[in-house]
Nanobody
Framework: QVQLVESGGGLVQAGGSLRLSCAAD????????MGWFRQAPGKEREFVAA????????YYADSVKGRFTISRDNAENTGYLQMNSLKPEDTAVYYC?????????????????WGQGTQVTVSS
């Protein structure tokens, strides 16, 4: 069992930056693929980014490619999502998630563990 806790959300103006953190406790987080998802009001949860357990491969949704960077520090059992050049359409609750290694990283239903989410609001 892995417990995930996100932090770092907040209110930022368009063009600004935020860094989200995902602290993991229990289980063997370092062996899991880690993903970030987001959900805006009235919309389905969508994939944002994922990183493999060693950090060797990263994946991004087209909407965030070039602006967001996912990383992890397995020694600290923590994952990160650096978000730059934020846009109002990035406003959502952001969730980190973990799953056993797989070639499929963008489907929310495949993830076994979820954090409680952190709100990101980008004002125009």
């Amino acid at each position: 069992q892995v417990q995930l806790v996100e932090s770092g959300g907040g209110l930022v103006q368009a063009g600004g930056s935020l860094r989200l953190s995902c602290a993991a406790d229990g289980g063997t987080f370092s062996t899991y693929t880690m993903g970030w998802f987001r959900q805006a009001p009235g919309k389905e949860r969508e994939f944002v980014a994922a990183v493999t357990w060693r950090g060797g491969s990263t994946y991004y949704a087209d909407s965030v490619k070039g602006r967001f960077t996912i990383s992890r520090d397995n020694a600290e059992n923590t994952g990160y999502l650096q978000m730059n050049s934020l846009k109002p359409e990035d406003t959502a609750v952001y969730y980190c998630a973990a799953r056993k290694p797989s070639l499929v990283v963008s489907r929310a239903r495949d993830y076994d563990y979820w954090g409680q989410g952190t709100q990101v609001t980008v004002s125009s």
